[in-house]
């Protein structure tokens, strides 16, 4: 089946993604850290091309494992040994020769490739931007330029971690460049001198009409590229400024308009998910002269609190406050207003810069397939680095050629049509049941401790301790799918018609 992963980050849970890794420097057939990252990344088929034929861990003591700064707790020789012999033969086509498929546009000036780091701490600087140009980035979105006196807190991040440390969901109370406004012209002029094929978007935030009109034209005569207007952070001290504009349409329309009298190149609005709706943000942008919309935002959020200092995280000198949300956990909600955006027919031809919990090639194709043309990230590259677009671009590219796309473009929007807002258009006729895979059930029970409590009492263990259906009462909800911890739950053929 399409896409549907042999080896999952479970099976890789233990490995640390190191820098420079020493499973890597003691192989002598191959580079297992690049693999193994791939495999993370959702990009085990570029991975299982990739792999040497003739699988050069047969016979191997594994000298990989040994080198793991966690000594054989990561399965690396059996990781590799399935790409080889799970993997790569079902894989019809092989890899592209190059990344020319993942060509594109914004608002009509050329991209090599969907991808930019987002307006943040990961592209705030000359060198960390020259880093990612170099990494294979196609642009950057610079941290917001303003003419505030800004100071940040210590420690300003907290999240949410998974069962390996990996960050699931993150909070920020970071606020806006912390460079003068002449410096940072000259970074724009320093990267677009040295790489003038490289697209710069420069992000901005003013306190008036005239800031907001100012900055955007200092942004075009420097060497940005376009102007996103940064209309929903949600760390702002003053009020009338940040998520404050971009929930007052208003607003959006007065000083999208002033930047728009400041510059020619495109302007796109950077709007807040802190609202009910965004389109009628959006369609005030456009009003005021908006090339695109960039979405979304952090949501303001408030996690961790303390059960012995009852402060919440990040906790600074005894406070704390409602920050900014992002990270993987926050994708359901940026593909909800992305799709928004898509099926507005007030926003036909604009620019859908998306972003929010995008990690992998998949991540942001289901972005692209809502309508987005570019992609931003964030929080994957703080917790990754910049290496993570060479899996972005190889997973997207494969997809793409095995799917018969000549060009990116082709992909976007195909998946409006089937998104609702409302659950009153879906077919309730028939019950699709779970298929139990028995050479992949470990006997857990899991699948009949929920469908016990929180199902339909359809499931039941038999004497080997493997699942049976009672299909009288199972109404097909697939919870049972969700919760098996070793995937040996899969969606059946078999529908039945309700009576």
């Not at 990781?79 to 012999?85: N, P, V, W």
């Not at 410096?183 to 008036?208: C, D, H, V, W």
């Not at 907001?212 to 940064?230: H, K, P, Q, S, V």
Request: charged share 20%; with cysteine.
């Amino acid at each position: 089946m399409l896409y549907e992963r042999v080896i999952r980050r479970s099976d890789m849970i233990r490995c640390a993604l190191c820098e420079n890794a020493p499973c890597s420097a003691a192989c002598r057939h191959c580079d297992p850290a690049a693999l193994l990252r791939s495999i993370w990344f959702d990009d085990e088929r570029a991975a299982a091309l990739h792999f040497p034929g003739g699988n050069p861990c047969i016979g191997c003591d594994a000298p990989c494992e040994a080198a793991c700064v966690r000594p054989h707790e990561v399965p690396i020789r059996d990781l590799l040994t399935r790409l080889h012999d799970e993997v790569r033969p079902y894989l019809d086509e092989p890899l592209p020769k190059d990344d020319s498929i993942l060509k594109t546009d914004f608002c009509g000036i050329p991209l090599e490739n969907p991808f930019f780091l987002s307006s943040s701490v990961v592209a705030s600087t000359y060198d960390m931007c020259a880093r990612a140009f170099e990494a294979g980035w196609a642009g950057v979105c610079f941290k917001t330029i303003c003419s505030f006196d800004i100071h940040e807190a210590s420690p300003r991040f907290s999240a949410i971690t998974g069962d390996n440390g990996s960050i699931v969901g993150f909070k920020n109370v970071e606020q806006l460049s912390d460079h003068s406004v002449a410096e940072n012209m000259e970074i724009f002029r320093r990267l677009k001198k040295n790489y003038p094929t490289k697209f710069i978007l420069a992000s901005i935030m003013g306190q008036n009409d005239a800031e907001w009109e100012e900055l955007a034209r200092l942004c075009e005569e420097n060497g940005a590229d376009a102007i996103e207007l940064n209309f929903s952070c949600p760390n702002m001290m003053d009020e009338g400024l940040g998520s404050d504009i971009g929930q007052v349409p208003a607003l959006v329309e007065r000083f999208t308009a002033a930047a728009r009298r400041g510059t020619k190149i495109p302007i796109l609005a950077k709007l807040t998910p802190n609202v009910a709706a965004m389109s009628p943000a959006a369609e005030a942008a456009k009003r005021g002269g908006a090339d695109g919309i960039a979405a979304i935002n952090t949501i303001k959020s408030i996690i961790g609190i303390n059960p012995h200092t009852y402060v919440s995280a990040p906790a600074v000198h005894g406070k704390s406050a409602v920050g900014g949300y992002s990270g993987n956990a926050v994708k359901p909600i940026a593909l909800r207003f992305i799709a928004e955006l898509g099926q507005n027919p007030n926003l036909s031809g604009m620019h859908i810069s998306a972003m929010g919990g995008i990690e992998t090639w998949l991540d942001a194709l289901e972005f692209i397939l809502l309508g987005a043309g570019s992609i931003q990230i964030t929080t994957a590259v703080m917790q990754y680095g910049y290496r993570i677009i060479d899996d972005l671009k190889a997973g997207l590219a494969y997809y793409l050629t095995e799917k018969g796309f000549r060009n990116l473009c082709e992909a976007q929007g195909l998946a409006l049509d089937s998104v609702s807002d409302t659950t009153d258009v879906l077919e309730r006729d028939t019950v699709i049941f779970p298929k139990f895979h028995r050479e992949k059930c470990i006997g857990c029970g899991r699948c009949v401790i929920s469908c016990a409590d929180g199902g339909h009492q359809a499931i039941r263990l038999d004497e080997n301790r493997r699942p049976v259906l009672n299909g009288k009462k199972c109404v097909g909800c697939h919870l049972c799918l969700l919760v098996c911890p070793n995937g040996a739950i899969s969606s059946s053929r078999k529908r039945i018609k309700r009576s």
